[in-house]
């Protein structure tokens, strides 16, 4: 064992620092140069202390190393710690003071007691209260005294207004937003973003409101500031509901709503104006088929099709129905409106049943019965007058053969036709029957419908005959007897009025009647004028008339002469004027006459191998 000394000044002195355990191995030694003391350990041996310090006073004052931040610093961050080192181990001395100042401004920032630093080693770190102002350049003082070294050398301290200062960073911007100010169409759903020139986040309690600029008093909803989903300098905000169509609305935040990494608060969009934009146009229906107001639309029409401007979805639980105009309040037919099957922008629904001819219909949909891609509720063909359309005209009865109320129809007849307007078929287990108007209740003969013969648009039945002369008839059809070619049925000639005819007179087997004569003599020199009168027993016209003659006792043939009709029609008069010639040497004749109607009957007057006799007088 002996005295360890340790000398700082390369020999030139030494010091004591107590007895060690000497031994083979090396002797560690270490000086504190904060405190002075140096600490020894030779081999083994439990480390020593020495009692005093070590170190020479060397007459100088601390001087501090490097400042942070640095004096003159531009850039600096909000929330930056006062740090500084000196040279040597210093001591400090309590109520000392470092103060932080905003340059040409006597207000102290902050102020702290110079034991209130971190101490490590020979660097002092003192952390701000709250963070500083941005783009604002501040300075630092310490009392002179501050802090002393080892000997008690006192430090001159930071006393001048430009010994440190430094300048914090600028506030941060906006560099830009989603939707950008002023945009249009914008979707109901779309999120808020905001892209800053640094890293922020949304401060507690604050808030973003999005008001209506229709209503800038109170806003639609709030969102938490601290609501937003950071990424890089992004912050993205989800909206809590949908907006509205065709709706302008600005972003109004309040003020400090935004915090940079290093505590700085930031107010931006505090005011009605600063980021607007307006949402998109509301759906609109661009077509349907059937089209609005269409007419002459198919029975068989049970595709319904709505075409819109984008695509939309039908809703669950709600409704489309097709009504009648005449009777708005119950529904021919309805379809969910999710069953709807889309193809781009058009969706198409199944209305079943059989439509009526000549009916206007409309389409209804309940209330918000569509969705858009965005998520937003839809109301579109919602009243009675939005979707209306016709139905085609019934089928009619163009001709018959025999025509409606033909006469002088031949008994013969068994050949009916029907004409339609459009071509029509006969249905199963219906029957279409000929009656005697005298006996309606009794069908004289019956054709099933569906057995017509069609060409074209008519239809030929068969019934038996004959037909009885001077006969009137009429052709009845069971109710919806006939069917269209979309497979509505039709009602036609139901009624006993709707197709008659009467059929022709009986023969006409009876030569005209003639009235009786009586025979005229002739006065010598002057005309005579011989008349009959004819008239027909089945009303046909008499046609003509002969006159024949020929001398007395002569048995030559009767000389044949037409006479004159006098008036036409069933009685008719006929007229022949003679001469004093007819009569002859003999002086007088005989005659007759002979009447025809139009069947081809003759008369002779009077009656066969019997004459008429007249005398030529002086």
Same mark, same amino acid.
């Given at each position: 064992?002996?005295?360890?000394?340790?000398?700082?000044?390369?020999?030139?002195?030494?010091?004591?620092?107590?007895?060690?355990?000497?031994?083979?191995?090396?002797?560690?030694?270490?000086?504190?140069?904060?405190?002075?003391?140096?600490?020894?350990?030779?081999?083994?041996?439990?480390?020593?202390?020495?009692?005093?310090?070590?170190?020479?006073?060397?007459?100088?004052?601390?001087?501090?190393?490097?400042?942070? /931040? &640095?004096?003159? !610093?531009?850039?600096?961050? $909000? %929330? @930056?710690? =006062?740090?500084?080192? *000196?040279? #040597?181990?210093? +001591?400090?001395?309590?109520?000392?003071?470092?103060?932080?100042?905003?340059?040409?401004?006597?207000?102290?920032?902050?102020?702290?007691?110079?034991?209130?630093?971190?101490?490590?080693?020979?660097?002092?770190?003192?952390?701000?209260?709250?963070?500083?102002?941005?783009?604002?350049?501040?300075?630092?003082?310490?009392?002179?005294?501050?802090?002393?070294?080892?000997?008690?050398?006192?430090?001159?301290?930071?006393?001048?207004?430009?010994?440190?200062?430094?300048?914090?960073?600028?506030?941060?911007?906006?560099?830009?937003?989603? /939707? &950008?100010?002023? !945009?249009?169409?914008?979707? $109901? %759903? @779309?999120? =808020?973003?905001?892209? *800053?020139? #640094?890293?922020? +986040?949304?401060?507690?309690?604050?808030?973003?409101?999005?008001?209506?600029?229709?209503?800038?008093?109170?806003?639609?909803?709030?969102?938490?500031?601290?609501?937003?989903?950071?990424?890089?300098?992004?912050?993205?905000?989800?909206?809590?509901?949908?907006?509205?169509?065709?709706?302008?609305?600005?972003?109004?935040?309040?003020?400090?709503?935004?915090?940079?990494?290093?505590?700085?608060?930031?107010?931006?969009?505090?005011?009605?104006?600063?980021?607007?934009?307006?949402?998109?146009?509301?759906?609109?229906?661009?077509?349907?088929?059937?089209?609005?107001?269409?007419?002459?639309?198919?029975? @068989?029409?049970?595709?319904?099709?709505?075409?819109?401007?984008?695509?939309?979805?039908?809703?669950?639980?709600?409704?489309?129905?097709?009504?009648?105009?005449?009777?708005?309040?119950?529904?021919?037919?309805?379809?969910?409106?999710?069953?709807?099957?889309?193809?781009?922008?058009?969706?198409?629904?199944?209305?079943?049943?059989?439509?009526?001819?000549?009916?206007?219909?409309?389409?209804?949909?309940?209330?918000?019965?569509?969705?858009?891609?965005?998520?937003?509720?839809?109301?579109?063909?919602?009243?009675?007058?939005?979707?209306?359309?016709?139905?085609?005209?019934?089928?009619?009865?163009?001709?018959?053969?025999?025509?409606?109320?033909?006469?002088?129809?031949?008994?013969?007849?068994?050949?009916?036709?029907?004409?339609?307007?459009?071509?029509?078929?006969?249905?199963?287990?219906?029957?279409?029957?000929?009656?005697?108007?005298?006996?309606?209740?009794?069908?004289?003969?019956?054709?099933?419908?569906?057995?017509?013969?069609?060409?074209?648009?008519?239809?030929?039945?068969?019934?038996?005959?004959?037909?009885?002369?001077?006969?009137?008839?009429?052709?009845?059809?069971?109710?919806?007897?006939?069917?269209?070619?979309?497979?509505?049925?039709?009602?036609?000639?139901?009624?006993?009025?709707?197709?008659?005819?009467?059929?022709?007179?009986?023969?006409?087997?009876?030569?005209?009647?003639?009235?009786?004569?009586?025979?005229?003599?002739?006065?010598?020199?002057?005309?005579?004028?011989?008349?009959?009168?004819?008239?027909?027993?089945?009303?046909?016209?008499?046609?003509?008339?002969?006159?024949?003659?020929?001398?007395?006792?002569?048995?030559?043939?009767?000389?044949?002469?037409?006479?004159?009709?006098?008036?036409?029609?069933?009685?008719?008069?006929?007229?022949?004027?003679?001469?004093?010639?007819?009569?002859?040497?003999?002086?007088?004749?005989?005659?007759?006459?002979?009447?025809?109607?139009?069947?081809?009957?003759?008369?002779?007057?009077?009656?066969?191998?019997?004459?008429?006799?007249?005398?030529?007088?002086?």
């Amino acid at each position: 064992t002996g005295p360890l000394s340790l000398s700082r000044d390369q020999a030139v002195s030494w010091q004591n620092v107590g007895d060690a355990a000497f031994g083979p191995g090396a002797i560690d030694v270490a000086v504190n140069e904060v405190t002075g003391l140096a600490y020894a350990s030779i081999y083994t041996s439990p480390m020593h202390r020495s009692n005093a310090i070590v170190f020479p006073d060397d007459g100088t004052k601390p001087v501090h190393t490097p400042l942070l /931040p &640095a004096d003159d !610093a531009t850039g600096v961050p $909000l %929330n @930056t710690t =006062l740090s500084f080192s *000196f040279d #040597e181990g210093v +001591t400090l001395v309590a109520g000392k003071k470092i103060r932080l100042f905003i340059k040409g401004s006597p207000t102290i920032i902050e102020e702290f007691d110079v034991t209130e630093g971190d101490q490590f080693e020979k660097a002092f770190t003192f952390t701000l209260d709250n963070p500083l102002s941005y783009s604002t350049e501040y300075y630092v003082s310490i009392e002179s005294g501050a802090y002393s070294d080892l000997f008690g050398n006192p430090f001159d301290g930071i006393t001048t207004t430009t010994a440190w200062t430094f300048t914090t960073k600028p506030s941060p911007l906006v560099n830009t937003t989603s /939707p &950008a100010h002023n !945009a249009n169409a914008l979707a $109901l %759903n @779309t999120a =808020l973003q905001i892209t *800053f020139s #640094e890293p922020m +986040t949304g401060s507690s309690g604050k808030n973003l409101g999005v008001y209506k600029v229709s209503s800038p008093a109170s806003p639609v909803f709030t969102i938490p500031a601290s609501d937003g989903v950071a990424a890089g300098n992004i912050l993205t905000y989800t909206l809590p509901e949908l907006l509205e169509f065709e709706t302008q609305y600005f972003i109004k935040c309040d003020n400090n709503a935004f915090v940079s990494n290093d505590g700085g608060f930031l107010s931006v969009f505090t005011t009605n104006t600063n980021w607007l934009f307006t949402t998109r146009n509301k759906p609109d229906v661009i077509s349907t088929a059937p089209g609005h107001n269409a007419t002459n639309v198919a029975l @068989t029409t049970n595709s319904f099709q709505i075409t819109f401007s984008e695509p939309l979805t039908g809703i669950s639980g709600k409704n489309i129905s097709l009504y009648k105009v005449s009777d708005p309040g119950t529904a021919v037919s309805t379809s969910s409106v999710d069953a709807g099957v889309p193809s781009g922008n058009t969706l198409t629904f199944t209305l079943t049943g059989l439509l009526e001819f000549e009916t206007q219909y409309f389409v209804k949909c309940e209330g918000d019965a569509f969705l858009s891609s965005d998520g937003a509720t839809v109301s579109a063909i919602n009243t009675n007058t939005d979707w209306l359309f016709t139905t085609r005209d019934q089928p009619v009865v163009n001709s018959t053969s025999p025509v409606h109320n033909a006469a002088d129809v031949p008994v013969t007849t068994t050949s009916f036709q029907i004409t339609f307007s459009e071509t029509l078929t006969g249905e199963d287990g219906k029957n279409i029957a000929l009656y005697e108007v005298s006996d309606p209740g009794t069908p004289v003969s019956t054709s099933a419908a569906n057995v017509g013969v069609p060409s074209g648009n008519t239809l030929t039945y068969t019934f038996a005959g004959p037909l009885q002369h001077e006969t009137q008839y009429f052709i009845m059809a069971d109710e919806d007897a006939f069917r269209s070619a979309d497979l509505a049925v039709v009602s036609l000639l139901t009624a006993s009025t709707s197709w008659r005819f009467t059929t022709v007179e009986a023969p006409d087997n009876t030569p005209p009647g003639t009235a009786a004569f009586t025979p005229l003599d002739k006065a010598a020199g002057i005309p005579l004028t011989i008349s009959i009168n004819a008239t027909d027993n089945k009303g046909l016209a008499v046609d003509k008339a002969k006159f024949f003659y020929r001398a007395l006792n002569s048995t030559a043939t009767h000389t044949e002469l037409p006479m004159t009709n006098v008036g036409t029609g069933t009685s008719v008069k006929f007229d022949r004027e003679i001469s004093d010639a007819f009569y002859g040497d003999a002086g007088g004749i005989e005659f007759y006459f002979q009447v025809e109607d139009l069947a081809g009957f003759t008369k002779r007057t009077p009656a066969d191998e019997t004459y008429y006799y007249s005398y030529l007088t002086a």
